[in-house]
């Protein structure tokens, strides 16, 4: 399965599928300093830098990321720690197609960015990860694959977030051989 791997941040599990050798064909990127797209230039995998200030729209940004993803031949995408909201159209051309990583037990702490920090904030004892397709609504897409992880006395959110992302680490790349299977069954079917 050809993967397109969307990314804002530091890039842990973008380096976990290439260390596992998933077939990575193109990272996109709307923080081109970021630093899985410094992973990315270093392990020389085709990178799209989409900017929103080189777009009128999100719409608009959204259809040449698309488009870009499209022209090399992309069959799955996943979103990894990707920090914006996707067009309506977007999603619709991967429906079914593309993956969210969420570092909480959703439908728990979903919606943003702060789902660690939320978790710590709320004071509760459990909190986890969460692999699910993405659909218009924000997080709230069919579940794949969950795990949980413990809030232990004196986490940080950097303690608690290392925690998680293990995790993460872990169901991520189970989740889409999940759905790689799933697809195939499908295309098999007709
Ligand atoms: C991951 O923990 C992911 O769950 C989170 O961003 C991090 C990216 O880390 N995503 C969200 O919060 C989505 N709302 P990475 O760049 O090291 O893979």
Redesign the pocket.
């Known amino acids: 399965m050809r993967l397109g791997v969307l990314?804002?941040?530091?890039?842990?599990?973008?380096?976990?599928l290439v260390e596992r050798e998933f077939q990575v064909v193109a990272v996109a990127t709307n923080r081109p300093s970021?630093?899985?797209a410094a992973f990315a230039r270093e392990r020389g995998l085709p990178l799209g830098e989409f900017s929103q200030r080189g777009y009128a729209s999100l719409e608009e940004r959204d259809t040449a990321m698309r488009d870009w993803l499209a022209s090399l031949g992309v069959e799955l995408l996943v979103?990894?720690?990707?920090?914006r909201i996707l067009s309506a159209a977007f999603i619709a051309a991967f429906e079914n197609r593309m993956l969210?990583?969420?570092?909480s037990l959703l439908p728990a702490f979903?919606?943003?960015?702060?789902?660690?920090e939320q978790a710590l904030r709320q004071g509760v004892t459990q909190t986890g990860?969460t692999v699910h397709l993405v659909t218009e609504e924000v997080?709230a897409g069919p579940i794949l694959l969950q795990a949980v992880v413990p809030v232990l006395p004196g986490d940080s959110v950097e303690s608690l977030?290392a925690r998680?992302?293990l995790e993460?680490r872990r169901i991520l790349p189970v989740a889409i051989e999940m759905l790689t299977r799933n697809l195939a069954a499908r295309s098999s079917l007709g």
């Open positions: 990314v804002s941040g530091k890039g842990s599990n973008l380096r976990n970021c630093g899985a979103n990894a720690g990707y920090d969210n990583v969420h570092p979903g919606g943003g960015m702060d789902a660690v990860c997080d977030r998680i992302q993460e």
